[in-house]
């Protein structure tokens, strides 16, 4: 646990070396490494440290949800990159897919990382699609909102049905997610929502600090409603900006996002060792989320 602080400080400096260098300028800031606590509570075998005398230098931390691996964060100090280090910590990684049993390994990257791509596809995962990240002032937004169409209705940790929760992400991602639902019902700045058409309930979103993700839908043709539902919730919040990750394989997502006058910040890759989920179906949370 105590090793995690550090090593977020490793994953912030390295992202932001390279978002710079691509001229995005820095991506990343230092949270508390909440997830990171709770998949290593969860699955120790998941996280892996590069050191060397003493000194953190790379991490790598992947979780596993039924038949799916995915690799959260996969990072080396700036100045130690391009010797061997990822390598290494890519095959301790993946010796946990195995371990678990784990068909399916995925991981979102930058797009813009010719050094991460190739590192993956030399170790079998392809990409699939691209997964914008996409943000617009609240004020903008705020002109831009009709009615909403679907309804919100507040998840606790106590109400949810994590069996309904199971069948969407079963639909949507090919795998059951209940701990992780957990994990964000008990995470106090995150709100938790399913989403209605009248009676039915059609998917779930969560919200946090003006970000929405993940979002689910069992119906690919909610997607483009739930999302604008969404967004006119988080307007309602103080959140100054208001963003979401969005996969390029999702047209009325994509659609959506720029009828509310949303802007690409960063474009990301989802890769994987082979096709799963419906990705018109799904938003992901963050890259190491998912
Ligand atoms: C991606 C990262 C973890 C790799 O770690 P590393 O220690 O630099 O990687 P290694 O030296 O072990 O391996 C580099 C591999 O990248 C690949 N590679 C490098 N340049 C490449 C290029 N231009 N085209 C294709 N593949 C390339 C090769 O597979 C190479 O392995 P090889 O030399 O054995 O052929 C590290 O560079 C990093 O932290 N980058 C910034 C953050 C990031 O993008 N992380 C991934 C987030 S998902």
Redesign the pocket.
Known sequence: MEDLERADQIVVA??NE?TARRGFGPMASSHPPNFQAFSLRDDAEGLWLAEDDGEIIGFAWSWVCGELWF?A????SPDR????????LLRKAFAHAQMRGASIKA?I??AF????Q??YI?HGLFPRHPIYMVSVPRDRLALRLAEPRLRLEPLTAKTARFDELARIDVSALSVPREKHHRYLLGDSATGGFTIHAGSACVGYVYISDGHIGPLAVRRPDAMGCAFATALSFAARTNSQTISAFLPGASESVLKAATDHGMRITFPMLLMSSRQFGNWDSYLPRN?GFM
Do not use: K, Y
Request: charge should be negative; avoid cysteine; charged fraction near 5%.
């Open positions: 390295s992202i390279l690799l964060q996969l990072f080396v990159q391009g010797d061997g280090i990822g390598n290494q991981l990257t930058f990382n010719n050094v991460s190739g590192l030399s890259p």
